[in-house]
């Protein structure tokens, strides 16, 4: 063989692994590579809906929207849908496509609503995907000028003493400041006469036509502030920031009674794991932001992580709790 022809072939021959190794590199950055269909999220603009108008759910998905749009650096829109108790918006997200593109703002009512509605237009455990926790909210428990308590055990004697003279207000039958309130009562042996208003009974507490209620922090705080009412204690496992001095009624009367309303954020039924799991990884990440959570405080939330499967278990306990109330209560469903 010459010369020429065994330096073309030499050349050849290095030619063909130079070309092998760089298609070898290729697969392996390939692989490396997260699949376009199938892995990246987000890539387009997200709608979290909040079934309810303003208030203290828009606040918080509102906030939620923010963090959400920080981690994922996407654009997070909040969708207000109010109607029939939040059935309207929840039901809404139900049947949305499963891509992660239409999350929703679920609270205390997707596991009330189907005791108190015939058809709530959704089962809170076959339509949605849990995603995260995102905090609770106790309630506060006050009374009127007119009801000569400091604590809970002192109006809780005034109250046996009276009997079903006392009454106790709530924003609407169903509503969380209605069955919290009564599942209170009840455990403490206070019987009183529920009064049922569309709105926080503000007028009739300041005027002492109304003696007990139970609400968020934010709607009381006026009253309590410039002394119209009388703060005698929350209903979750911590205090307040807004409210310090307020004991629990974990701590102080109740043991393990921790209830309210909580806010978390779902999913249809569906939507991939992966988008749950960058979703909740988001919110967790976000959850641990010092100015965020001051802003939680401010709002009467305690932030509380749950990521999806644990949140589920949450959903499921929840579910069963507020049921058993719900018909012990003799409520009928609308």
Do not use: C
Not at 18 to 36: F, I, N, R
Not at 150 to 179: P, Q
């Amino acid at each position: 063989m010459s010369q020429s022809v065994s330096g073309i072939l030499g050349r050849r021959t290095v030619w063909k692994s130079v070309w092998k190794g760089v298609g070898w590199t290729l697969l392996l950055m390939a692989a490396a590579l997260p699949s376009v269909g199938a892995q990246v999220y987000p890539v387009r603009q997200i709608r979290l809906v909040v079934p309810f108008g303003a208030g203290a759910s828009d606040a918080t998905g509102r906030v939620v929207a923010e963090l959400l749009r920080e981690q994922l650096g996407a654009s997070v829109v909040v969708e207000n849908r109010p109607g029939a108790n939040g059935n309207l918006g929840t039901a809404a997200v139900a049947r949305a496509a499963p891509d992660g593109y239409t999350l929703l703002l679920v609270s205390s009512s997707l596991v009330t609503s189907p005791s108190l509605y015939v058809n709530p237009g959704y089962d809170p455990l076959r339509d949605f995907s849990a995603v995260s926790l995102v905090g609770n909210v106790p309630l506060v428990a006050v009374v009127a000028n007119s009801v000569p308590a400091k604590s809970m055990r002192e109006f809780i004697e005034y109250a046996r003493a009276r009997r079903d003279r006392i009454s106790y207000g709530s924003a609407g039958v169903g509503n969380m400041t209605h069955l919290v309130a009564q599942s209170f009562l009840e455990s403490v042996g206070v019987q009183a006469v529920h009064v049922p208003y569309n709105i926080v009974p503000l007028a009739d507490l300041f005027a002492s036509r109304l003696h007990f209620y139970m609400g968020t922090a934010s709607s009381l705080m006026p009253g309590i502030r410039d002394g119209r009412l009388m703060a005698l204690a929350t209903t979750g496992k911590a205090r307040l920031a807004v409210l310090p001095e307020v004991p629990t009624l974990d701590e102080s009367l109740l043991p393990g009674f921790d209830r309210g309303i909580w806010y978390g954020i779902a999913a249809p039924a569906g939507t991939p794991q992966h988008v749950v799991a960058a979703l909740a990884d988001a919110l967790a990440r976000g959850m641990k932001d010092a100015t965020l959570r001051q802003r939680f405080d401010q709002m009467g939330l305690l932030p509380r992580v749950l990521g999806p499967k644990e949140f589920q278990a949450f959903i499921n306990a929840e579910l069963d709790h507020w049921t058993r109330i719900i018909r012990a209560s003799g409520l009928k469903p609308e």
